[in-house]
């Protein structure tokens, strides 16, 4: 087919913006992962944690909603962290059918460790605080935009 101008062509990977998300996704993503490694934590797993830290005890279904994943991807998440000793799923005592998360003590305690990671990525990512501050703001349209049915 030959060599397609990138600038007109609207299917050119470049233009993209699933494929900018992408990899802009790995690459944040890596820059976590050394950050994360010492406490223990995968990205999806600290995810987790944050919203924990925010509000605990959570029930698994508010989990799921917050962190906009399915039950079946943050079950596995949950039992690892319970292994690890930061979380414990028990029957929630208002609704029996229900399953709550809370924190330990060591998971409560590793806040205090992951402190130091919003700056941490700021830094390494070398992007103003107000850039950032307008890349999260343009995100939240786009993933509201993709969730409107």
């Known amino acids: 087919m030959g060599d ?3 600038i007109t062509d609207p299917l050119a990977l470049e233009r993209q913006v699933c494929f900018a998300l992408s990899v802009a996704s790995r690459s944040v993503v890596a820059v976590y992962r050394p950050l994360l490694e010492p406490l223990g934590l995968t990205h999806p797993q600290y995810l987790v944690m944050l919203a924990l830290w925010q509000r605990a005890p959570r029930s698994v279904k508010e989990l799921s909603g ?9 079950s596995p998440l949950l039992k690892r962290l319970e292994s690890a000793g930061y979380v414990r799923r028990e029957r929630d005592r208002s609704d029996e059918r229900a399953l709550a998360v809370t924190l330990t003590e ?17 830094a390494r990512l070398g992007m103003s605080l107000d850039d950032l501050v307008d890349l999260h703001a343009a995100l939240t349209r786009v993933i509201a935009a993709a969730q409107r049915p």
């Open 4 to 6: 397609v101008d990138t």
């Open 66 to 74: 917050v962190l906009q994943l399915d039950p079946g991807t943050l």
């Open 106 to 122: 060591p998971g409560a305690a590793l806040r205090s460790r992951a402190e130091s990671i919003p700056g941490a990525v700021v």
